[in-house]
């Protein structure tokens, strides 16, 4: 007797039922049907494809965007005895061919594969054999120049329809406004699909935003008050660790992630936030994707989101088990402009993309012309000081050269260089009479690290550079010159970052290819910025129906349990009346928000509108010291 859906789910899930579309759905594939899948972040898109998978004859290909949720994914089902094999990163030929061949021949049930895998003929040529019984889309807002995530190489999806035209297809998203759903819709072949959209209403998530000018002592408050596990989002690596410092020192346990860990800090700082060992992450986006842990209590956002999207799918990652759960958003009054500023002050135009590519090749010495076999290592800040370039906008022009197959941009775990010298004491130092330009550097070295006469011994370029007043590109010569020189043993570090050429290097002709479609994309950047600031300032509406309508999905019932719902946001008049009260206290001279509560200017909330409107019409400054005054 054949298996069914839910003998499936039992057996490999353990679960005796479906939830939301997800039984509809795989029917509808499993009858051979093409789907797309609209399913809130948490609602279990993975198992529509998975199940049918493992109850149907052939391979699942599933295309995904991430490495790292591809290889939670894939650990996830080899532990549950699925046989599941995946071709990302950078395999050798011998090693993808073999992964291939047993794509083809050794019965696994599913293929987890990157788009750009899509552009090599020896994959497509061997896809082109498999016994192929479903192509699963994930993230398939990738392929719209309209969703906030678009990857260029998700437009050769359609390949796999031109090879497989009779297998169904299922594209999946958590977030599609309507003009992604169209393009979708039309770039993947599937207009006659059947389209299941579960209610991103979440009844059991509260949505909160909350401008207060001491973000901290908030926090603090709300971990405090709110029990079980929780994630707070922040912007940059280094306010990860510092914050969750911060947290420790006043008795809450906390964690930090971000992209620039080694595989291993992340798997234990993942273990002990899933184990219970420590209660807080504190985390960039990097932190998510893949990640499964239903039972998160709190969802703080202590720096402003990119995007609405960005923010509905991390602040979805609480109360997955359906239990009560709260997201919070937390920002100052000045925090909307330096959002803005962050977000699309480090834009790269064309011509700053062409230079920064230009220059890449000129620092690893590609030629014109020339295509490189071999990655090469390096220090993103090492390279902007070379060339006295911005790190923020450098970094999101090497960023969009990867997104449209110029190159492949990868984060390295950062490994220590390492250094002994190899001379005795009385070689070095006539070494030194000899070329006294490089005493300074020595002596640093010899005052900073012990033992290294006598064993290799490692240490750290970028404090080594601060300490010398030097870039890290001018201490790496020096160092190289010694070992040139016979001095020391140098082992170089691997660098934060790994790039790979994948076009020969034209320069400007490269980048002009898709120069048309850089333009259309910041500009909708700027839109979704500003989409996001609107949400934020809008006090007069139900969080959750804006999120709704934002996604199109209509309801005339408010949530009842939002900031705006239980306080209501301040009218018109009574934010006139909080501006009067402010100007004349401010008239006496610099005062801060704290202060001018004290005085009675108004409620925390409506004051603090009134502070942030002040600021945006340039009615207001603020002193370094957090004090407002009259411009």
């Not at 979708?184 to 389209?195: R, V």
């Not at 999905?553 to 909080?578: I, Y």
């Amino acid at each position: 007797m054949a298996e069914t859906a839910e003998a499936i789910l039992q057996k490999y899930w353990g679960h005796e039922s479906f939830r939301g579309s997800q039984k509809a759905v795989i029917d509808a594939v499993l009858q051979g049907d093409d789907v797309i899948a609209l399913m809130p972040t948490g609602g279990g898109k993975s198992v529509c494809y998975q199940v049918p998978a493992l109850l149907g004859k052939g391979i699942c290909l599933v295309v995904s965007p991430l490495v790292a949720l591809m290889e939670d994914q894939l650990s996830a089902l080899k532990a549950l005895g699925v046989k599941a094999l995946g071709l990302y990163g950078r395999l050798s030929e011998e090693d993808l061919l073999r992964r291939l061949d047993n794509a083809v021949y050794g019965g696994y049930s599913l293929l987890y594969l990157s788009p750009e895998r899509l552009s090599q003929d020896l994959v497509l040529q061997h896809i082109a054999r498999m016994q192929v019984s479903l192509l699963a889309i994930d993230e398939a807002h990738c392929i719209s120049q309209w969703g906030y995530d678009f990857r260029p190489a998700y437009l050769q999806c359609a390949r796999l329809r031109e090879l497989h035209p009779q297998v169904p297809l299922i594209a999946l998203t958590a977030t599609a406004t309507a003009e992604v759903l169209s393009d979708m819709t039309e770039l993947l072949g599937l207009g006659q699909a059947q389209i299941f959209k579960d209610s991103i209403k979440r009844p059991n998530l509260v949505y909160a935003v909350h401008p207060t000018e001491d973000k901290r002592h908030r926090l603090v408050d709300y971990l405090n008050r709110e029990t079980g596990s929780a994630i707070v989002y922040v912007r940059t690596r280094r306010e990860t660790l510092g914050l969750s410092e911060a947290l420790g020192r006043k008795n809450i346990s906390a964690g930090h992630f971000h992209g620039g860990l080694t595989q291993n800090e992340k798997k234990a700082h993942l273990h002990a936030w899933q184990s219970g060992k420590t209660r807080v992450m504190v985390a960039t986006n990097a932190f998510g994707m893949g990640i499964d842990k239903a039972e998160v209590r709190l969802v703080v956002h202590y720096d402003i989101p990119e995007t609405i999207e960005h923010y509905f799918q991390e602040a979805g990652r609480a109360g997955r088990d359906g239990e009560p759960a709260r997201a919070i958003l937390l920002y100052a009054p000045t925090d909307l402009a330096r959002s803005a500023e962050y977000f699309l002050g480090n834009l790269p135009s064309v011509d700053e993309l062409i230079t920064v590519y230009r220059k890449l090749c000129n620092y690893f010495q590609v030629a014109y012309g020339e295509l490189p076999e071999k990655s090469f290592s390096f220090r993103l800040e090492a390279f902007c000081d070379t060339y006295n370039l911005g790190v923020a906008k450098t970094f999101n022009a090497l960023e969009l050269l990867d997104r449209h197959g110029v190159l492949t941009l990868l984060p390295n775990a950062r490994a220590d260089t390492r250094l002994q010298f190899l001379c005795n004491k009385a070689g070095l130092w006539a070494y030194l009479d000899k070329y006294p330009e490089m005493r300074e550097t020595v002596q640093v070295l010899l005052r900073t690290y012990g033992g290294l006469f006598d064993f290799e011994t490692p240490i750290r370029l970028d404090r080594m550079s601060r300490k010398l007043n030097t870039t890290e590109a001018r201490l790496t010569g020096q160092l190289q010159q010694l070992q040139l020189d016979g001095l020391i043993s140098l082992e170089l570090n691997l660098g934060d970052l790994e790039v790979y050429f994948l076009q020969p290097r034209e320069d400007a002709q490269t980048v002009h290819a898709f120069s048309r479609q850089v333009k259309v994309r910041q500009d909708l950047k700027r839109k979704k910025v500003a989409q996001m600031a609107d949400f934020l300032k809008n006090d007069r509406f139900c969080r959750e129906r804006q999120l709704m309508a934002y996604f199109s999905e209509k309801t005339d019932r408010n949530c009842g349990k939002c900031d705006v719902c239980l306080a209501g946001g301040p009218t018109e008049a009574e934010l006139r009346a909080v501006q009067v009260r402010v100007l004349r206290e401010l008239a006496t001279g610099p005062k801060t928000s704290r202060e001018l509560s004290a005085r009675g200017c108004g409620p925390e909330m409506a004051l603090l509108r009134c502070l942030q409107l002040l600021l945006e019409d340039d009615k207001l400054r603020l002193g370094p010291n957090n004090e407002y005054m009259p411009k």
